[in-house]
């Protein structure tokens, strides 16, 4: 079989959101397809998923947010009953993400990496309000991080490496490269460190071990490392905001979405430090380099990772006129846009980091996980000093977003290159400081 192959034209959802829409309407149809019998015959669910539908169960309220879910969201969402949402999660959390090659509505084959398939189901109904209680309530979420660890714990599996294959729905197919090597991430056995570069599995031995694997010394080189007024970006990521002058507690849920510092830094005191400082926030897509690197030269003051939230989003009226990708109105990729609420809402890891330089002063990094990727591994102790480009830790499956916030202190000038919907290199120069 042979298909088109096709860049990712969706910059704003990058690697999110199917590209082509046809991709993610097939993906669900498939689930149904394949979940139908189970759910008639009212099949036992896999274990991580009857544990969350007990969770669920035993709160009467959160059995009835369920059902304004399906009765709120959109249309277009096929997914019709929690009893249905349930067999198709039953599908999803014992299996790596794959390819999935589907037709477009020309009837041509096109194929197309899902990176985060739990996040696509997800995807209509967290955009309800009904979602929006449900999906922020403490016991949601620890159901919900309990079904995801034991995901992610199938992922660090040698059984997750099924999908490491040449085949038409393997990550490592000529149509997979493409969009792994896609944005100027370069040659993938060039780029990444690969166990084995001769094996088709290139030698990673689960999909957590691919999804983490590390580049290769060189190709991601920080530049004029001398110069302490320069910030390198933390993350391979795509430009989603820069905002100056940001307030303690601002009014988020207005359109624009503000920061609010002592919300995004778990409300501690250390936000006083913040206040009239500057944020900058840029995102990960499925398939960037997951690990993420000290933007600047100091010591680690402080870093912890604080529970939050998975799938809650600010439910919308749906893409905003001027969107590059989506018809004004599409009620699709409302986590994305979302991600300025995310950093104060989202399960996120934070790390302080005071600089050598006085003008620059203390930073926060924070790795905001989205949807699936629940799990940030912090890789850096109090103490420890780092270096421009040193590793401060990880996400695990799916994508995320990451942003860093700079005290009132100093004066940060981004580079030109530095602009919203802009694919940038970790270790790349983002901005330079000077004294406020
Ligand atoms: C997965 O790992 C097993 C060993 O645990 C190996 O035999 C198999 O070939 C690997 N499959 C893929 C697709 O990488
Ligand atoms: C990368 O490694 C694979 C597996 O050995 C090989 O088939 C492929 O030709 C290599 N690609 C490049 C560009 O070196």
Redesign the pocket.
Known sequence: MSWQPRKTTLTRYGGWLPANPAVHKSFIQHLAQRSATAHRTRATHTEPVAKFQAAINADPEMVNLWSQIFLQASPENKITSFDQLLYHMDIIVVAPPKFHVAKDDEGNVIGEPIGVPMYLIFDLLSNTGAAYDLFRKPAFNTAMKDLLDAWGLYLTS?DS??T??EEEEGWFSPVALESLEANGRGNFNATYVCPDPDA??RGF?SWDHFFTREIQPGVRPVHFPENKTLIHSACESTVYRIQTDVKDHDQFWLKGQAYSVYDMLYRDNIAQSFVGGTVYQAFLSPQDYHRWRSPIDGTITRAEIVPGTYYAVLPDAGAEVGDPDLQPGDPHGALIRSQAWLTLSSTRAIIYIQSDNPDIGLVAFIAVGMAEVSTCTISVQKGQKVSTGDELGMFHFGGSSHALIFGPQAKVTFADHVKVDQHLKVNSIIAQVSKA
Do not use: Q
Request: glycine share 0%.
């Open positions: 040698p490496n099924k490491l294959t088709v599995n031995t």
